[in-house]
Antibody, heavy 121, light 110 residues
């Protein structure tokens, strides 16, 4: 069974750096074609894609946040890590990781339950 | 706002059909696959449709997807109270070099 589980702090202060971890099971991040994305959703608002990392370490970022985001993976732990610097209250959201179906952009077939992050001023 | 346009809300009676539109441009829907997601209240999104019109295993055939030019459509037939949710379309945008979601459509079953 494929599962993803997000973890990280529930509360961070403005200007701090957020580090979120996505622990994957049921598949290996080093297997050809495996890709994972991060997506966030502010309270009451729409989904926003943030970043993606592929099995071969290719990385993609949303342009508007590219300077603040870093996505990486630890294949030994089967984890994907997202760091976001200089946090602001507008970054308050539920953050999801999701596996991408295939190696293209077909869709995200398995999602974690999400982790809620509140940024205090 | 989003580069993908969806109606904010739709409603229909149980058993009826709803059709949710997702309008984009050549740089996104026009040249890339569209996927659709269902988000029930308080839960994570769930993939309903990928590659424009394919259903993952376990998704009932009441849900269907189609694409024509720069627009895509999600159809839900035999509407049930359990279908009350937010529905999002998504696709890669080659100009933005980013995956984009629509604003979401809230479906209410009357």
């Amino acid at each position: 069974q494929v599962t993803l589980r997000e973890s990280g702090p529930a509360l961070v202060k403005a200007t701090q750096t957020l580090t979120l971890t996505c622990t994957c099971s049921g598949f290996s991040l080093s297997t050809s074609g495996m890709c994972v994305s991060w997506i966030r959703q502010p309270p009451g608002k729409a989904l926003e894609w943030l970043a993606r990392i592929d099995w071969d370490d290719d990385k993609y970022y949303i342009t508007s946040l590219k300077t603040r985001l870093t996505i990486s993976k630890d294949t030994s732990k089967n984890q994907v890590v997202l760091t976001m610097t200089n946090m602001d209250p507008v970054d308050t959201a539920t953050y999801y990781c999701a596996r991408i179906l295939g190696s293209g952009w077909s869709g995200m077939d398995v999602w974690g339950q999400g982790t809620t992050v509140t940024v205090s001023s | 706002q989003s580069v993908l346009t969806q109606p904010p809300s739709m409603s229909a009676a149980p058993g009826q059909k709803v059709t949710i539109s997702c309008s984009g441009s050549r740089s996104n829907i026009g040249n890339n696959y569209v996927s659709w997601y269902q988000q029930l209240p308080g839960t994570a999104p769930k993939l309903l449709i990928y590659d424009n019109n394919k259903r993952p295993s376990g998704i009932p055939d009441r849900f269907s997807g189609s694409k024509s030019g720069t627009s895509a459509t999600l159809g839900i037939t035999g509407l049930q109270t359990g279908d009350e949710a937010d529905y999002y379309c998504g696709t890669w945008d080659s100009s933005l070099s980013a995956f984009v979601f629509g604003i979401g459509t809230k479906v209410t079953v009357l």
